[in-house]
């Protein structure tokens, strides 16, 4: 017999905004950032504020966006977010000025405590600091910061912190090499 408790799971601490904002969001979402059709970056920030998050200037967001609660979501200027991105969000997430946020990247803030008999949520925040760059098809997990200029490859899963001007790979990512950039 299982000693997990399902049926006893209890979410009741975590409050992720009214019914009626997730439900309009939920709509908006579709209609706005989830399809293949190109909307304007500047009407997607637009809506983004409208709905509580913080967005700064320039901000380039590409088709087939998934934003869980855009009111726990602050990313600063010139940042872009590609294509097929999923922000988990079911925490703040923070994207810095000048960062990237690579096609199908998954930024994940929730998880359930495996010890828990009833799979308790657990939920952390992620920041990427200013320059920094989640590759193509990573993830970057609950609690995961990304320092200032540091590169999370390509299929790569990050997790705690990631040096800043490395290059960190592999899962867990580890750095491999630090970031030179050409003059």
């Known amino acids: 017999m299982s000693r997990i408790r399902l049926d006893q799971f209890n979410n009741n601490q975590f409050n992720p905004g009214s019914t009626t904002s997730r439900v309009v969001w939920y709509v ?41 609660y855009p009111w726990k979501l602050k990313v600063g200027d010139h940042a872009w977010i590609g294509e097929r991105v999923w922000i988990d969000n079911l925490d703040l997430v923070r994207i810095g000025s000048h960062c990237c946020v690579s ?14 008999q009833k799979f308790d949520l657990i939920t952390k925040p992620i920041t990427m600091e200013d320059g920094s760059w989640a590759g193509a098809k990573s993830i970057l ?3 995961a910061i990304l320092e200032s200029e540091a590169v999370l490859a ?7 912190k990631m040096e800043a001007r490395k290059i960190h790979q592999g899962n867990p990512a580890f750095p491999i090499r630090d970031r030179i950039f050409n003059p």
Do not use: M, W
């Open 28 to 68: 908006v979402s579709l209609l706005v950032f989830e399809t293949a059709i190109p909307a304007p970056s500047a009407l997607k920030r637009t809506v983004l504020r409208g709905f509580g998050a913080e967005v700064g200037k320039g901000v380039i967001i590409k088709p087939r966006v998934h934003i869980k």
């Open 103 to 116: 096609q199908g990247a998954y930024l994940l803030c929730g998880n359930h405590d495996y010890t828990s």
């Open 154 to 160: 390509a299929g790569s899963v990050g997790i705690g």
């Open 141 to 143: 997990g609950p609690g």
